[in-house]
């Protein structure tokens, strides 16, 4: 280099070239800063699928109330007494999926038309059977009476025998099993 050049450039001969100072501690900071931000960001956006895979049971629980076949419709246009039935039942409890049987009762209300009950008695739980000699439904654990319709006679019950939606599709008797909360003096859905 001439000695033009190194005049040029700031140096002179025999004197080093300035060394550059390190970046300032600010501006490390900020760089942390933003590089944090910027991880927090993703990692939030990332787990937005995976919040909403855990949560689905919880916002699909309304869905996973299905229907179940009773049987044909016709087979108890002329019922004289409660008759029971098994009916298959979807559940979910979280990610499990199960099928199980539960007892129903198809009778007739007041005004001669045919209705399911719940065989769970609203008391305490226990299964309510139909007496044929006394006409009547009984609970076993706690002495509970129903009327053949279900309305309460006598016992520690709250109220009558549960109803269950029902509705007929393609000449089939179909039920919307529910579960309903005991010592309730009026019907309410279980959570
Ligand atoms: S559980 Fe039915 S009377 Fe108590």
């Not at 927090?40 to 689905?56: D, N, Q, S």
């Not at 016992?155 to 599709?169: F, I």
Request: hydrophobic share 35%; net charge neutral; aromatic share 8%.
């Amino acid at each position: 280099m001439s000695d033009e050049s190194r005049q040029t450039a700031g140096l002179v001969e025999g004197e080093k070239k300035p060394i550059e100072p390190p970046s300032s501690p600010e501006r490390r900071t900020f760089l942390g800063v933003m590089i944090g931000a910027g991880m927090t960001i993703f990692g939030v956006l990332a787990a937005i699928p995976l919040v909403r895979f855990a949560l689905y049971p919880l916002y699909a629980k309304a869905a996973s109330v299905t229907w179940s076949d009773v049987g044909p419709a016709d087979s108890f246009a002329s019922l004289s007494a409660p008759v029971q039935k098994l009916v298959s039942v979807e559940q979910r409890d979280g990610w499990r999926e199960s099928v199980s049987e539960k007892p129903v009762y198809v009778t007739k209300d007041k005004q001669g038309q045919v209705v399911v009950l719940s065989a769970i008695c609203p008391h305490l739980g226990c299964q309510v059977t139909w007496s044929a000699d006394r006409q009547d439904f009984f609970c076993p654990c706690h002495g509970s009476v129903f009327a053949p319709d279900g309305t309460r006679i006598s016992g520690p019950t709250p109220r009558g025998m549960d109803s269950l939606e029902s509705t007929v599709q393609d000449g089939q008797l179909k039920v919307r099993y529910q579960y309903f909360r005991q010592l309730m003096p009026n019907k309410e859905v279980a959570d």
